[in-house]
């Protein structure tokens, strides 16, 4: 039976020397359907979507456009085929016009002459037909992340493109930007546009897509009709095994007061405003607090000045009962502050160390350690070792596994074994499970869980709105800069969150 | 920076160090060819024997004096291999190195000339003014957040003219020789014999004048910094600092003070150089003629380059150099212009530099190309 497939990717294997990232994979996109595409890290999805965009060019197998094989040597030959693509991290020019960037690269001319009131009415009647706000005229660095989002999506309409990949497109957004974004979708469909939707995000899956390819460690799993399957199923498709996706835990017992912070103010690096202004909030022993909020929102720059790693101009940070404001990184560190990075490349490894170096980052001039100045080598292998027992870590060549070698699931565990396993009074986890998929979220959530209910204080910073909803005791939601609002993770609701993340409403002082 | 980045990214485990030696190799190898053809094309008929036979055999063309020139070169660009090698470690690029030496040298002479002090004071003294050169622009750099390369070469030109200054003197200074415009000559000044650093034989064995003991000491100090970088925390920090300054702050390490401290001791370690040069008595400092930077600074980035920043590499990278140096100089004047030695030298400390791109490749062939494939996946 011949279906209508536009576009069909028959047993694509694409070889890396000494792995197959694609190991005879399928994928059939009918016209007109929202196709998910679902895989854990490293599952093959990115090279998947890069053969397709002719980034890469596979050893076997073929790419049909509507029944006819086409060879895409480079995205320009993609782009002829009608498939456009909204990447992650989005392709924009910061200081040019919305209008402007939606027409970059193919700018419509007479003569080398610009004819952008053409272009205009074509962006307009798009812009209407979708449903797809946008200012033509502002610049891009001014407009939210959210229209940002429409900008992209509104350069593939201009290209009039009949196949669209959206990778991974709600990370950035609000849960009512999500909703706005689905709709938009449904959109496309109803015009007979096919749509690729690649995500780990099983509810967004369970909403808006009709099938759904799943991919693990390379290889093709199969392909399900959404209408026909549930999140657990999908999940078990995707890890190979059963997954928790619900936390268990008790209720939190808070003890005494850990963390104490007063009218805190944190510089911003690129503004001469504040980025973090009068921020208030108590953390005790025994409970997660959450700081949730929409990126960029001063989130990273109040744990910048909580951990030392920028100053804070105003107030207090009282840390079991010492005044902390100005003391050092190491100071923070010695009285028992642990701090699991926002960015692990950045700041959270060396990652040209080896894995035994970095796991004694914090700890490498402890007696322990050294002697006399001397690296104690042998000491720092052992506790390298029992780390990665103990806590699971994979890497290639156990504690001499260079650093960067490892995926970033396993650095992360890395990370969080070592600032766990200081036995840390407060633990600042940022973005914990930020980029990981579901079997290491799983286990990273209940090593939180399990540090709480050690009696510890847990200071946590997330953008994932259902990890908040997951794992906090209690919910504080930061919108330029200010807390805006106190929740109640069990009274309280996403959609609520997000009218308070979009600065929408906010809590009165005092209460 | 990518450079810079992949000569940090040098892990410290065995096949590495075998790609390293594998690149570095081959770097010599063809930089030999290119320098045969130069001969060749300057003058075909004597270009096997007269010319490139005597560069490889460098030094031992004129066994025993030539191996004791090969000898008494190598330990200064020892040195300034270590002084580069070593800002490398911590994200560095120490291009000053020929101004630290500079003032080593001077601080050398001084106490040789002026002072009349025992040789070690004298190479105390050059350590100590060449880390102050590299101070300086360790200072802008951790504090004022200005690039150590810019800094560095201003300082370099401000080092030579001053010492330049001081020393000459308008033909008046102390230490300055007016009849063979030169600093006096330390084995005929009066009083400075205390001041050449002792040879124990080995000019006798090698029949030159200048011979001491400077290459051990330059030897000791290589495998001394090795076990700096790889053995202690001050090492652990300073290469942390290097590969990743975020993560050191993050970690608690006061990136600022290893920055600075970084450069004062690569600065300490060319000034060192220059001593050994200086009071070996291998040459004098002209103060007219130097209007270049000394040759020896600038070498050491291709000791640290040949060495991928390995300090016990530096030993065999700067004596290979010296090699062909010396090999250079006794090319046949008859058929060949003084300055093919320099050019040929040149030519192969030049693609030494690019040993970097070759161990790139030869890892990717050894490895079948690892880091393709990761960077396939790490998009996910």
Known sequence: MAEDYVIEMLHITKEFPGIKANDDITLQLRKGEVHALLGENGAGKSTLMSVLFGLYQPEQGKILKSGKEVQIRNPNDANALGIGMVHQHFKLVECFTVLDNIILGVEPNKLGFLQKA????????????????????????????????????????????????????????TPQEIDELMEI????????????????????????????????????????????????????????????????????????????????????????????????????????VCLAGIEGNGQTEFVYGLTGLEKVTKGTITFCGKDITHASIRERSKSGMSHIPE????????????????????????????????IRKDKVR???DRLIEQYDVRSGQGSVTIARSMSGGNQQKAIIAREIDRDPKLLVAVQPTRGLDVGAIEYIHRQIVAQRDAGKAVLLVSLELDEVMNLSDRILVMYEGEVVGEFDPKTTTVQELGLYMAGARKQGKGE | MDTKKKMLSRGGNSRSAFVSV????????????????????????????DGFVRILKGGFYDAPYGVGRTLANAAPLIMTGLSVAFAFKTGLFNIGAAGQYTLGAYGALYCAIVLHLPWYVGLLASAILGGLWGAIPGLFKAYLNINEVITSIMFNWIGLYLVNEIVYGNGTGVMYDSRNTRTWNLRRLEGAEGSIIPDFGLNNMFQTNSTTIAIFLAIVVAIVIWI?????????????????????????????????????????????????????GVSEWNPLNSTTLPAMGFNGISVALLASSNPIGTIFSALFISHITVGGSFLSTRYYPTEVADLISGIIIYLCAFSMLFRGKIAKLLSGGKRADKTGKKED
């Open chain 1, 118 to 173: 053409e272009a205009r009415k074509k962006v307009m009647a798009l812009s209407e037909k979708y449903g797809l706000r946008v200012d033509p005229d502002a610049l891009v660095s001014d407009i939210s992340v959210g229209m940002q989002q429409r900008v992209e999506i509104l350069k593939m309409l201009y290209r009039d493109n009949e196949i669209l990949i959206f990778d991974e497109p709600t990370a950035v957004l």
């Open chain 1, 185 to 288: 979708m449904r959109g496309f469909k109803k015009e007979g546009k096919s749509i690729l939707f690649i995500t780990h995000k099983l509810n967004e899956i369970m909403a808006v897509a009709d099938r759904c390819t799943v991919l693990r460690k390379g290889k093709y799993v199969g392909v399900t009709d959404i209408a026909n399957t549930n999140q657990e199923e999908l999940s078990r498709m995707m890890v190979g095994r059963d997954v928790q996706l619900q936390v268990d835990k008790a209720p939190a017992h808070p003890g005494e007061v850990i963390l104490d912070v007063q009218g805190v103010n944190v510089p911003s690096s690129t503004h001469k405003k504040s980025a973090v202004r009068d921020v208030s909030f108590q953390v005790r022993a025994g409970e997660i």
């Open chain 1, 343 to 374: 960015d692990r490349h950045k700041h959270g490894l060396v990652l040209d160390y080896s894995l035994e170096n970095n796991m004694v980052l914090q700890r490498y001039w402890q007696p322990e350690f050294q002697s006399h100045g001397f």
């Open chain 1, 382 to 384: 052992e506790y390298s």
């Open chain 2, 22 to 49: 594998l690149a570095a190799l081959l770097c010599i190898l063809i930089g030999l060819v290119f320098g045969y053809l130069v001969l060749l094309a300057i003058n075909a008929e004597h270009a096997w024997t």
């Open chain 2, 228 to 280: 700096v970088l790889d053995k202690t925390t001050f090492g652990y920090e300073l290469k942390a600092v290097g590969l990743n300054k975020n993560a050191a702050r993050y970690a608690g390490i006061n990136e600022k003070k290893n920055l600075v401290l970084s450069m004062v001791i690569a600065g300490a370690l060319a000034g060192f150089g220059a001593g050994l040069y200086y009071l070996s």
